[in-house]
């Protein structure tokens, strides 16, 4: 960019200075005006400029302090200021486009320094000469520009003599085009060393370029001398369309616009349609002249712009983000990392970072989809009223499980969603190089096959492909999903997956966290539901006396989803409660969703148009999660309840009964359709909260064999286990008992894996302290110990290698002989835990308090300390190489001195 600046500037100076040039150079300069004038130049040009205009787009702020306008400079006068930025856009389109203002700054600042340095250097009479010669310009114009190239060497010659830095410009040299099409290799025309094409080549390649954008639209195209065939059959209608393409870098030149006229005049076939496309302006005289011959005149952009039109889902996406509830009560989410709203984050990454991919993580009802739904509305409202240039579109990942592949996803989103008719892969690709999308995937932890990890990994790439030349994507989760280290260090920090190896598009990804909703954010939501609650006689105050008296309800009510079922289940739950009681309140996750089941199976009962008992439905309901997450499916089609009902209400036959059922499961308010006869549950806790249930029933049974087949599910969540303990806090006596069978039945030492994992994760939730139940000497690689309590206990000689420790409590424990390789400690509390010579290479400690731990030759290469709060540990003789600890506060650590590879800000 700067080389190209700096010749079209002393190709300008060259017909201003003329051989007047001369004589200045060949004056004796000095030793110190010869520094001045390098320093000028390496300090104003190298510096200043071309790191800048290396950006493409400048930053204003830089040059504001610094940008000041001579009008009496000798050289570049207000006027051929103008004329040099002129001539600089006519150009340089893509910049004329952009047009930022920061640029003409930097012209501006540009032009100044020439002035500066020529001022350092000629002498007032030399000036005088120079301002005669430039008054007398227009006179002398046609034999200076004869000697345009003559001069141009000569200054250029006679600056590197004085300022012996070569490296700073170079000269203007010409060059063959290389040819586009048939010219390719035999065109012999000259071009400037910075061009690939003469103008006649670049028609022709604009030429091409337009044929390529009619052609993926589904036309047929037919090239013809000067222009090409578009043709179009459906059914009865043939539709031919005449296509010229009008290149300029400004105003289509007048040969050209008669060019196209002549070939109109002289077609002897009949076209249903003329179509000029092009990239400059048209004057009106010329618009006038090919409009009375039929012609339609369509610029480059707006051509693009139809190849898929994405207004009609825009619109859609705003109506229905207005019409839901979540615009009336929408909670400002906050990044964890930064404490300022996610919102500014995104907005950061989409118009500031160089990385393509954002991952927000946060668990289950901390408003992930809310936020890409506000988002999705956030950035529709920008595009459409053009104060954005990104066109935000919104996938739920969920629906994979209906796709033969990502690509088939996208078309049926195209199709449906978006309404684009003869939408394809070919078409998006094409918008993609050309427009800026930001692709929202919600819920990667909800695709198909969740347990599977080289299914994972390539559901992971297809959704990486799509982030291409401008496009971004954002994608949430939850972050125990990845509950193996190496699967998160694959997919997410260092997932550099090239899927154009010609246009180095590699994926680099930025992530945070949710945070919880803190006490004005809770305060604000509930003040949003003021009329709702005051049409059921609820004094908002009230209900936050409750919340904030209620130590459950209080944590509870920091997350968004579980906030808005306190809101509609409290008012009925302070009535059920006896006066002398209300003092007693205690209300977890699994009894607030009881709740408020209860109370919509009611509401619905006392509509008088249920068939369905209230039990039976519930009880159905139970069923049917529990068989979806045998299935490892989300959704159900239609087509399959009334099997499903046939099954479970074995004692129905007649076909209308089961049809009538059907209608009533289907209707029931904790399912609901997308639209194409799938029916999912309104929020996935729902049907992660009916599993838990229908598995504390199997294990309230008391029978050891029942008890393995309750545990006999592929892979029980995290999430499914804490419903479990919820339940089992209300179930008096039985929470003991149930503890004491699953050990029993770990300590046989026959059982099969994926019982042994599961009753590890259901009894990492629910014991008070899980070091008993940890065994020395035995593999728990890949185990969930999330959530845990695990203290006051030495482990001996097990391996934990590519376990979850996912915001767990560790205290007083003491490691021998031990495995931590990849294993993940996200949000762990450790506390006086002895790491003394243990192998945590590659681990994550982000987001983590880290307090009175020793890791005295202990190995923590290549792990994540991100975020964290680390204090009074000893790290002797610990090698820390390729320690990733991104604002982690160190405070007050001990022999940090001996550490290999130490962070420079440890203390």
């Known amino acids: 960019m700067v080389t190209e600046l700096v010749g ?15 004589n200045i150079y060949n004056k004796k300069i000095i030793k110190s005006k010869k520094r001045r004038v390098e320093d000028s130049i390496e300090t104003y040009i190298e510096k200043h400029i071309k790191e800048e205009f290396k950006k493409d787009i400048v930053k204003e702020s830089l040059f504001k302090e610094h940008y000041q306008l001579d009008k009496t400079s000798c050289m570049y006068s207000e006027e051929d200021k103008k004329e040099f930025l002129t001539n600089f856009y006519r150009e340089h389109k893509e910049l004329a486009i952009m047009h930022d203002e920061s640029i003409d700054n930097s012209i501006y600042y540009y032009l100044e320094s020439v002035n500066k340095v020529l001022n350092d250097i000629l002498s007032e009479e030399s000036k005088i000469i120079i301002n005669v010669v430039k008054q007398e310009n227009e006179k002398i114009s046609k034999n200076i520009i004869n000697n345009i190239d003559e001069n141009t060497n000569t200054i250029l010659s006679k600056l590197d003599e004085i300022k012996d830095i070569t490296h700073i410009h170079r000269k203007i040299n010409s060059k063959k085009c290389i040819g586009f099409g048939r010219r390719r290799g035999i065109c012999e025309n000259e071009v400037r060393e910075t061009d690939t094409y003469c103008r ?49 870098m400004n105003y289509i030149p007048r040969e050209d616009i008669f060019e196209i006229i002549e070939a109109i005049n002289g077609i002897k076939e009949k076209f249903d349609y003329i179509h000029v496309i092009l990239n400059g302006k048209v004057s009106v005289e010329h618009s006038q002249m090919l409009d009375k011959l039929g012609a339609k005149i369509i610029s480059e952009n707006k051509l693009i712009d139809g190849v ?18 979540i615009y009336k009560h929408y909670i400002e989410l906050v990044d964890e990392s930064t404490d300022d709203p996610l919102r500014y984050s995104i907005k950061d990454f989409l118009n500031e970072y160089d990385e393509n991919a954002f991952f927000i993580l946060g668990d289950y009802g901390c408003g992930k989809t809310s936020f890409m739904l506000n988002t999705l509305f956030t950035l529709a409202e920008e595009y459409l009223n053009k104060n954005g240039e990104y066109i935000p579109l919104f996938i739920q990942l969920r ?48 695709v198909a096959k969740r347990v599977n990890y080289d299914v994972k990994y390539e559901i992971f790439k297809e959704i990486c492909k799509y982030a291409v030349g401008n496009t971004k994507i954002i994608i949430t989760s939850r972050p125990n999903y990845f509950q193996e280290k190496k699967e998160y260090k694959a997919l997410i920090e260092n997932a550099h997956l090239q899927f154009e190896p010609q246009n180095n598009n590699d994926i680099s990804f930025i992530e945070t966290y949710i945070a919880e909703l803190k006490h004005n954010q809770v305060i604000k939501y509930i003040d949003s539901y003021k009329e709702e609650l005051k049409s059921k006689n609820v004094d908002v105050k009230d209900i936050k006396r409750i919340i904030r008296d209620t130590h459950d309800l209080t944590d509870l009510a920091k997350r968004p989803f579980l906030l808005s079922i306190i809101l509609q289940t409290l008012p009925q739950i302070v009535a059920d409660i006896p006066m002398d009681r209300k003092s007693d309140i205690k209300i977890n996750a699994a009894s607030l969703y009881k709740r408020y089941i209860d109370l919509w199976l009611d509401r619905e009962n006392s509509k008088g148009k249920t068939l369905i008992k209230k039990s039976d439905k519930l009880h159905f309901c139970e069923y049917l999660s529990y068989q979806m997450y045998k299935k490892d499916v989300l959704s159900l089609h239609f087509s399959e309840i009334p099997k ?17 059922f059907s209608h009533d499961i289907q209707s029931c308010s904790f399912l609901n359709s997308d639209g194409d006869g799938y029916f999912k549950f309104i929020h996935k806790s729902f049907m992660e909260y009916f599993v838990a249930f229908m598995i504390v029933e199997k294990l309230k049974d008391n029978d050891l064999q029942v008890v393995k087949n309750a545990l006999c599910v592929p892979n029980i969540s995290t999430e499914i286990s804490l419903f479990i303990k919820d339940m089992l806090e209300e179930t008096i006596g039985k929470k003991e008992k149930i503890i004491s069978l699953i ?31 940890i065994q020395d000497y035995e593999d728990y690689s890949g185990m969930d110990f999330s959530h845990s309590l695990l203290k006051d206990v030495k482990i001996c000689g ?23 390789s990849g294993v993940f400690f996200e949000r762990a509390y450790l506390k006086n835990v002895d790491f003394t010579n243990q192998i945590l290479a590659e681990s994550i400690l982000s987001y983590s308090n880290i307090l009175n731990c020793h ?23 610990c090698d820390m190489s390729g320690i990733n600890c991104y604002d982690t506060a160190f405070k007050n650590n001990l022999n940090c001195e001996t550490i290999y590879g130490a962070p420079y800000d440890i203390e």
């Not at 000067?226 to 300029?248: C, E, Q």
């Not at 990502?406 to 190089?433: P, T």
């Not at 934990?800 to 931590?820: K, Q, R, T």
Request: charged share 25%; hydrophobic share 40%; aromatic share 16%.
């Open 855 to 877: 890791f005295s030759y202990s190995c923590l290469i290549d792990v994540q300390m991100k975020y964290s709060f680390v204090e009074r540990n000893d790290f002797y003789m």
């Open 308 to 325: 898929m039109d994405f207004s009609y889902y825009l619109d859609n996406a705003i109506n229905e983000y207005k019409d839901s509830s």
């Open 399 to 446: 629906d994979y499980t209906k796709a033969i592949n990502f690509d088939n996803l996208f078309l049926d989103f195209l199709a449906r969603k978006c309404k684009i008719k003869n939408a394809s892969m070919e078409s998006f690709d094409y918008m993609q190089k050309h427009k800026k999308f930001v692709i929202l995937f919600d819920g990667f932890d909800e």
């Open 200 to 248: 006649a080549c670049a028609k022709l390649d604009y030429l091409n370029k337009i044929m390529e954008l009619y052609s993926i639209q589904g036309y047929k195209v037919e090239a013809n001398d000067s222009y090409f065939i578009a043709s179009y059959k459906t059914g009865v209608l043939d539709i031919r369309i005449m296509v010229f393409a009008a290149f300029s």
């Open 743 to 773: 050990k029993d039945m770990l300590n046989e030492g026959t059982v099969e894996p994926v019982i042994k994992n599961n009753a590890i994760t259901v009894l990492s939730k629910i014991e008070n302290n899980i070091g008993e139940t």
């Open 798 to 820: 097990v391996d934990f290698s590519g376990s979850s420790f996912y915001d767990a409590h560790i205290e007083n424990v003491v490691f021998e002989d031990c495995n931590f």
């Open 8 to 22: 079209v500037a002393y190709n300008m100076v060259s017909p201003i200075v003329g051989d007047e040039i001369e």
């Open 644 to 660: 499903e009902i046939k099954t479970y209400f074995n004692n129905l036959t007649n076909f209308e009964e089961i049809d009538y």
